[in-house]
């Protein structure tokens, strides 16, 4: 695994804004950057193929334990979550996809310093935009990306119904482009979609409609469950039939309280991070993380030596620094597309702690 410094297409900004990619560039700085790439051999693909198979099966295997133990509490989850998550997980609602991030350096094993399993971004990014330049750039060579073509398959799995209807806050550049593709992808697996912006979800009464008054049978929503089970809105899900997509037991997995309980279960596995409650149980430097954080939201690296009071609804997480390149950190985002992984794509910062403003960098192998 390595970091090459290349030159940037012509006009790339053209180039992306052709295939839908409008928000390339945050702030006046660019977020897609391609004056440079990351390059691995097969064999360090294969590794991050087979972790991410892996702790995808060690994180199912954790759901059923949760559940069938009842430790709700620990991840924060109230009676009414709970009855939710229960009963999609007994009626094996599939999920569409999620993203693992891993730090990688090519030598050592991938260690998962969390699991994106509700909303994960940079998924149109990692499934089109990299495709596209590594056609342009190095059609020789091949990348790590089934992303696209996984997801039209997984569509004829979960999108059963008259329609699937996918709602978000399109008023977000991102959240809409990354749910308009999905919606893409779900038509070209052959089913009728309808958009909505997630204010536009009504509710009848006895099921959740639509601007038409339509029933919503399967809804995708790019909206954190977390967000949505705060809301009044969510008195209505348990006397609906509608089906969602993340599915509610998802709740277990897109939450950082899950590490302690994975690192619980499977003590010493090789992809996994020592983790706890409690900071005093974790050795050395450690990362301090909100159960509920996103995009880097309150994240605090702890010094070997330095103490904290142990906060509420908070996790501690023994460091496993990103490989630096060229002074950039790097995190690997492995792509689960049902229970299969998918693809990567890499986000990297000038800082250890990777935020929505980390820049996404293409990769390719040969």
């Avoid at 691995?40 to 991410?52: H, Y």
């Avoid at 909303?119 to 990014?125: D, Q, R």
């Avoid at 009464?205 to 919503?216: M, N, S």
């Avoid at 499977?266 to 050395?284: K, M, T, V, Y």
Wanted: hydrophobic share 40%; with cysteine.
């Amino acid at each position: 695994m390595r970091r090459e410094r290349i030159v940037p297409r012509t006009a790339w900004q053209e180039r992306v804004e052709a295939i839908g990619f409008g928000f390339h560039t945050l702030e006046g700085k660019p977020y897609w950057r391609e004056d440079a790439c990351y390059v691995f051999d097969e064999s360090e693909i294969e590794v991050l193929e087979t972790a991410t198979g892996e702790l995808h099966a060690l994180c199912l295997d954790a759901v059923e334990r949760i559940i069938r133990a009842g430790r709700y509490a620990e991840l924060g989850l109230g009676d009414d979550a709970a009855r939710l998550v229960e009963r999609s997980w007994f009626d094996r609602d599939p999920s569409l996809y999620g993203r693992m991030d891993l730090s990688f350096d090519g030598a050592s094993p991938p260690k998962l310093p969390e699991y994106n399993a509700d909303t994960p971004t940079s998924l149109f990014e990692a499934s089109v935009v990299q495709w596209y330049w590594l056609e342009d750039v190095a059609p020789e060579a091949d990348q790590f990306n089934s992303i696209h073509e996984k997801l039209i398959e997984r569509w004829r799995t979960v999108g059963g119904g008259p329609r699937v209807h996918f709602a978000a806050c399109y008023d977000n550049p991102e959240d809409g482009t990354t749910t308009d593709y999905l919606l893409d992808t779900c038509v070209q697996a052959g089913c009728d979609v309808q958009p909505l912006d997630i204010e536009e979800i009504g509710w009848s009464g006895k099921a959740f409609i639509d601007l038409a008054d339509r029933p919503i049978d399967r809804l995708f929503k790019l909206y954190p469950w977390e967000w949505l089970m705060s809301e009044p809105f969510a008195a209505h899900i348990p006397q609906s039939a509608a089906r969602w997509l993340e599915p509610p037991w998802k709740m277990l997995l897109s939450n950082k309280a899950i590490l302690p309980l994975l690192w619980e279960f499977f003590p010493g596995h090789p992809n996994l991070l020592p983790a706890s409650r409690a900071r005093a149980d974790i050795e050395g430097p450690v990362v301090a993380k909100p159960y509920w954080g996103r995009e880097g939201d309150g994240i605090i690296v702890l010094r070997a030596r330095e103490s904290s009071e142990d906060k509420p609804f908070h996790v501690y997480q023994a460091l496993a620094p990103l490989p630096v390149y060229d002074g950039r950190h790097a995190l690997v985002g492995s792509w689960i597309v049902g229970d299969e992984p998918a693809g990567i794509g890499i986000r990297e910062d000038d800082d250890r702690i990777t935020r929505n403003t980390s820049c996404f960098v293409p990769h390719m192998f040969r």
